[in-house]
């Protein structure tokens, strides 16, 4: 029963890890990379489509994406969608490529984009505290219950909390290199 309350713990903590680097993979930087337009929506055939399952994204260069439709009667509306998507980008057709080159992030854009980063870590942070709270809990309903006994209950709220200042120790890590990577010039 504690095995599986701390399994329980880590699973969550980790899938907290895997949406903050979602999150940060969506604050652009100066770079281009493919990732960037995973979440813009196309119009095809009247559903709402991500641009990569109806086109090939590529790095043109390391401040160029390459957008090629599959279907030659897209190109239009995958490049309104860039266009109209919360990015800032600016795309332009070339034949069957759309390009999509990535503007220079100005020294006040940084800072913004920094703080967003910011909020993005501290709320991963509080979610995995939540976690915590979550499993200590369940512990002590256990204890409750009878299941288990105090000094069990209470070496595992020490690895619940182990778990805990990891998963926020790598979050702390994951912050540090976007900051570093928002703020290169």
Same mark, same amino acid.
């Given at each position: 029963?504690?095995?599986? $309350?701390?399994?329980?713990?880590?699973q969550?903590?980790?899938?907290?890890?895997?949406s903050?680097?979602?999150?940060?993979?969506?604050?652009?930087?100066?770079?281009?990379?493919?990732?960037?337009?995973?979440?813009?929506? /196309?119009?095809?055939?009247?559903? !709402?489509?991500?641009?990569p399952?109806v086109?090939? /994204?590529?790095?043109?260069?390391?401040?160029?994406?390459? $957008?090629?439709?599959?279907?030659?009667?897209?190109m239009g509306?995958?490049?309104?969608?860039? &266009?109209?998507?919360?990015?800032?980008?600016? !795309?332009?057709?070339?034949?069957?490529?759309?390009?999509? !080159?990535? !503007?220079?992030?100005?020294?006040?854009?940084?800072?913004?984009?920094?703080? $967003? /980063?910011?909020?993005?870590?501290?709320?991963?942070?509080?979610?995995?505290?939540?976690?915590r &709270?979550?499993?200590?809990?369940?512990?002590?309903?256990?204890?409750?219950?009878?299941a288990?006994?105090?000094?069990?209950? &209470?070496?595992?709220?020490?690895?619940v909390?182990k778990?805990?200042?990891?998963?926020?120790?790598?979050v702390?890590?994951?912050?540090?290199?976007?900051?570093?990577?928002?703020?290169? /010039?």
């Amino acid at each position: 029963m504690i095995a599986d $309350v701390k399994k329980n713990a880590e699973q969550k903590m980790q899938k907290s890890l895997e949406s903050l680097k979602a999150d940060f993979g969506k604050v652009r930087t100066g770079r281009a990379h493919t990732g960037l337009l995973d979440h813009v929506m /196309v119009d095809y055939y009247g559903t !709402p489509t991500a641009v990569p399952q109806v086109a090939s /994204v590529t790095l043109v260069d390391a401040r160029t994406l390459g $957008v090629s439709p599959w279907e030659k009667k897209l190109m239009g509306q995958i490049e309104k969608a860039i &266009r109209d998507s919360d990015l800032g980008l600016n !795309p332009a057709s070339s034949g069957d490529l759309i390009r999509v !080159p990535m !503007p220079a992030l100005t020294e006040e854009r940084r800072k913004d984009l920094t703080k $967003v /980063v910011r909020s993005e870590a501290e709320n991963a942070r509080v979610s995995i505290r939540n976690i915590r &709270r979550d499993a200590n809990d369940q512990l002590k309903k256990l204890i409750k219950d009878k299941a288990i006994s105090e000094d069990d209950e &209470r070496r595992a709220q020490d690895d619940v909390q182990k778990l805990t200042d990891k998963h926020i120790a790598e979050v702390d890590k994951m912050l540090q290199a976007k900051e570093a990577e928002l703020m290169a /010039v």
